[in-house]
């Protein structure tokens, strides 16, 4: 998950390649023991979570029986959400410096059902969930990553993202038809890509998109 409300100016990151392996060194080091600590980040992921219950809700899947992939997981706040409420959370990110605050907390909070990893997973066809958190806006080739994730699914699974909306006013994040460009062309069906919740940075509302689709059950 990343959030604005602290300054943030890293590079794009390469999430994935051909070879599924992951690229560049880790911008994110110097944000990672204070990850936690960010109110609006912790907003941001609860937001995020509210959210998806409501998503899910409407068409699933369940989330008791729920194999889940965080991707872009961080220090794990959205998955600190989901724990206790799925069957397990594959949490992945691309930053070793995250990762490490999240093994941290996984190992004194005792989560049993979360593992962590580094970069794409393996595990084709394997996951009921996978949500990304403002995670999708770094990566160098959406399209790419997305795919790569939509591979993920089980048929009838879902994919979710959420990222900032960019505009003519804010230059960072993702449009509205890249994402559903992007969902389409991995495949996806009933692609829906909408205003998700509302969320103030440094006294400014905005209005984070959301993304959701699914893989075909047959």
């Not at 410096?97 to 004194?108: I, S």
């Not at 699914?153 to 230059?171: K, N, S, Y």
Request: proline letters at 4%; aromatic letters at 6%; one cysteine or more.
């Amino acid at each position: 998950m990343r959030s604005c409300s602290v300054e943030l100016d890293p590079p794009a990151i390469g999430l994935v390649t051909d070879s599924g392996d992951v690229t560049d060194d880790d911008p994110w080091a110097e944000y990672a023991a204070d990850w936690d600590d960010d109110e609006g980040a912790r907003i941001y992921a609860a937001s995020a979570h509210r959210h998806l219950l409501d998503l899910l809700d409407v068409r699933g899947p369940a989330l008791d029986e729920a194999v889940v992939c965080d991707f872009g997981a961080g220090t794990g706040l959205l998955t600190e959400h989901l724990v206790g409420r799925v069957a397990r959370v594959d949490a992945v990110d691309s930053s070793p410096a995250m990762l490490e605050q999240l093994r941290r907390k996984v190992a004194r909070r005792g989560w049993s059902t979360v593992t962590v990893g580094l970069g794409m997973p393996d595990a084709v066809g394997r996951h009921d969930l996978v949500v990304c958190s403002s995670v999708l806006g770094f990566v160098d080739d959406l399209d790419v990553t997305v795919a790569a994730l939509a591979g993920l699914l089980r048929p009838g699974g879902a994919l979710v993202v959420w990222d900032w909306e960019r505009t003519d006013d804010h230059d960072h994040g993702l449009t509205r038809s890249e994402i559903h460009s992007a969902l389409t062309d991995a495949g996806l069906t009933d692609v829906l890509v909408e205003s998700a919740f509302r969320f103030r940075i440094e006294g400014e509302a905005v209005w984070p998109l959301s993304g959701v689709a699914w893989r075909n059950a047959t």
